[in-house]
């Protein structure tokens, strides 16, 4: 009974971000979270990107509580009350309707503190790595063990893909409950050592239409997202899985672009249209495509999501002088010293040849900073209690 007698039952995980290289994009049930299309990603490393989150329950508490980056928010948002209800049913069958002493009570009220290591600001998704890492930390606290990508789905689609690490499959599934509906690893972050991503975190771009909302007016208007989910994106998978099964980076980047590219062309068939892609990104896109040519075959691939910031994928020999091919692209308006941040970046030095074909007009300060990353593994429990986000009183 010790668990039901302590003042404060606490527990804290990380989880990290994905980025889709088959992307998310319609769902067939708005309320489950179900998608029209399988997806596929890789989870990026969480010593440069994660979320931290603390979950404490006790019955001391008068109601349920959330802190999002030291401010307080409301619990009461209908997906974050899904992961909870989800994960309290979870516990409930678990304990098999009997009163487990030993276990906690599912009827304390609970407090919420989540934090990420990177800014907001920076528009970098954080509902994956958010949600996933509320599952896991409510999981944790409750005991309950099961399956948990299904329970992430409901806070946020993208987010059942951040319960592993590595190369993940978000399987569409068939039933309507959506039991079926699930992410799946398909190879362990180590699978692929010299995969290497970048993070190009663009300045001063207002914040563009929400992808929840924006997918829905997809799903509603374009016919190319219907010949995507149904004709386009079966074989890709199928493809994408082979490409990094024998880690073929020319095959796995490939394709990588093309099917950011036809993310963003279904966005441009929704009615009224929706752009995510500015004209830095199609800088950056003409600029991979010149670099890849330069050298005559596929270096580096870069793959967009719903907002401006870019990301690159790379293997780890071609880094050093493709972010050298950045600095000159993208000069830093100010801060030279932290224009890379992330995994060490060598020097290279650029051949003339390599200049006069890559580096077209230069557009200084448009790149705020490159975070260097690869693949990382899936949510941790964080052991050490100084690490917890909530205090003794259980306030952040
Ligand atoms: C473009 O998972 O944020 O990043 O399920 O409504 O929360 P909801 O949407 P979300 O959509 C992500 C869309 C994407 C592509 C992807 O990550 O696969």
Not at 50 to 78: C, I, M, Q, Y
Not at 91 to 111: F, N, P, V
Request: hydrophobic fraction near 40%.
């Amino acid at each position: 009974a010790m668990a039901a007698e302590r003042a404060l039952a606490v527990a804290t995980c990380t989880a990290p971000v994905n980025i889709a290289v088959i992307k998310y994009w319609g769902k067939r049930d708005t309320d489950l979270i179900l998608p029209i299309n399988s997806s596929l990603s890789v989870t990026l490393h969480q010593d440069q990107l994660k979320t931290t989150t603390t979950a404490a329950a006790s019955r001391d508490f008068t109601e349920d509580r959330l802190w999002l980056n030291g401010k307080e928010e409301d619990v009461g948002h209908p997906r974050v009350q899904a992961c909870l209800r989800e994960v309290r049913r979870l516990a409930r069958k678990r304990r098999g309707g009997g009163e487990d002493t030993a276990a906690l009570s599912l009827s304390y009220k609970i407090h919420i503190a989540s934090e990420n290591n990177f800014p907001t600001a920076a528009g970098l998704a954080s509902s994956a790595a958010g949600y996933a890492c509320l599952v896991s930390a409510l999981a944790r606290l409750y005991g309950v063990e099961e399956e948990l990508s299904e329970v992430a789905r409901r806070g946020s689609g993208s987010a059942c893909r951040s319960m592993f690490g590595g190369f993940v499959q978000w399987q569409r599934g068939e039933r309507p409950d959506g039991t079926d509906s699930l992410a799946l690893q398909v190879a362990p972050e180590t699978h692929w050592p010299e995969l290497r991503i970048l993070v190009l975190v663009v300045s001063g771009e207002k914040k563009p239409v929400g992808s929840t909302e924006g997918m829905q007016t997809s799903v509603e208007t374009s016919p190319l997202l219907k010949h995507r989910a149904e004709v386009v994106v079966p074989e890709r998978l199928a493809q994408m899985m082979r490409h990094i099964r024998e880690r073929d980076f020319e095959g796995f980047g490939q394709l990588a672009m093309r099917d950011s590219n036809q993310f963003h062309a279904t966005c441009l068939d929704t009615f009224p249209p929706i752009f995510y892609l500015t004209d830095l990104s199609r800088h950056i896109i003409a600029l991979a495509h010149r670099y890849n040519a330069h050298h005559g075959h596929t270096k580096v691939a870069y793959t967009f999501d719903a907002g401006p910031n870019a990301v690159i994928f790379a293997l780890a020999d071609t880094v050093a002088e493709f972010v050298e091919v950045l600095r000159r692209s993208f000069p830093p308006a100010t801060n030279g010293d932290q224009f890379v941040q992330g995994l060490p970046v060598g020097s290279a030095a650029l051949s003339q040849e390599l200049v006069a074909a890559v580096v077209t007009e230069p557009r200084p300060g448009a790149v705020q900073y490159i975070l260097h990353t690869k693949p990382g593994p899936g949510p941790q429990l964080v052991d050490d209690p100084s690490q917890h986000l909530l205090g003794a009183d259980g306030l952040p």
